[in-house]
């Protein structure tokens, strides 16, 4: 069971956007990204460190769910590697039970699953890849993987936001852009920097 020592629900906090991993996702700075480009919404780091597939649900209803997330960007499995190899439906079923908590919750929700990382060329970590693309697709989720995201470019990001404002433009970032950008940043920070350790791949 999980319990959340000095949590405090509050108002400001609702219908944001919201990051739900583990261990790397708990290291994203959202709050200076979404400064530094501009998200037209309020995004949260809502992620737990070691967190498995196996308890995401639980954690999404007792953590996430009160705040009625109009959007939620999923980064689940670095924790999972010996669960996926004994057993990889039970890994997919936990996976569809914390989409379907989300959808419960929101039918409107928007969701992005995100790729794990795998520089190593990992068999196991690639079969699992693929099994959230294919969660991703029968769910209706945006699919985002880690290899986009290293090859985003920051730079030219920000100079096609500053063109959209300039032009009197004023949309809601998609999640995949948003998943990106994140990502992308946890690609070539976090991780190239070894700030974050026991991570999968």
């Not at 219908?15 to 583990?22: K, M, R």
Request: charged fraction near 20%; hydrophobic fraction near 45%.
């Amino acid at each position: 069971m999980f319990y959340y020592d000095g949590y405090n629900l509050a108002k400001s906090e609702k219908n944001a956007v919201i990051v739900f991993g583990g261990s790397l996702d708990n290291s994203i700075p959202v709050k200076t990204l979404a400064d530094a480009f501009d998200f037209n919404f309020q995004i949260l780091n809502k992620s737990i460190a070691d967190l498995s597939v196996k308890n995401a649900k639980e954690a999404f209803c007792s953590y996430v769910q009160p705040l009625h997330p109009e959007g939620i960007i999923i980064h689940l499995g670095e924790s999972d590697l010996n669960l996926f190899k004994a057993n990889s439906t039970e890994f997919d079923s936990a996976y569809l039970q914390l989409i379907e908590a989300v959808k419960a919750a929101n039918s409107k929700c928007r969701i992005a699953l995100i790729s794990l990382y795998n520089e190593n060329a990992d068999q196991t970590i690639a079969e699992m890849n693929r099994h959230i693309k294919a969660i991703a697709d029968s769910e209706k989720c945006d699919f985002v993987s880690v290899d986009n995201a290293k090859l985003w470019n920051p730079a030219a990001s920000k100079a096609a936001i500053r063109f959209a404002q300039n032009m009197g433009l004023s949309v809601r970032k998609p999640l995949r852009d948003v998943a990106e950008i994140l990502y992308s940043y946890a690609y070539k920070v976090i991780l190239k920097n070894n700030t974050v350790t026991g991570l999968a791949g």
